[in-house]
């Protein structure tokens, strides 16, 4: 029995720091766009994230993609 994967949605996670505790720890916030293509770059969509984000005043600490797949019987 072979087990195909078949892609659903993603969603782009830009993690940014807004503002520090008074101990001086980052205070980190996320921010999630859904349903990106699942055909889109690992490149493209960070060069998207840093755009997107160029344009706050917050700094961004990490960029994540989360996919999610259907597993099923070939």
């Known amino acids: 029995m072979a087990i195909v ?6 969603a782009l996670v830009v ?7 008074p101990a001086g720890a980052p205070v ?7 349903y990106v293509r699942p055909d889109a770059s690992e490149e493209a969509l960070y060069e ?3 755009a997107l984000f160029g344009l ?5 600490l990490d ?3 989360k996919k999610n797949f259907r597993l ?3």
């Open 48 to 50: 998207i994230a840093q």
């Open 63 to 65: 960029v994540l993609l």
């Open 15 to 21: 993690v940014y720091q807004d503002g520090s505790t």
């Open 28 to 34: 980190s916030r996320q921010k999630s766009i859904s």
């Open 5 to 10: 994967s078949e892609p659903l949605n993603s």
């Open 72 to 74: 099923k019987e070939e």
């Open 56 to 60: 706050s005043l917050h700094p961004v």
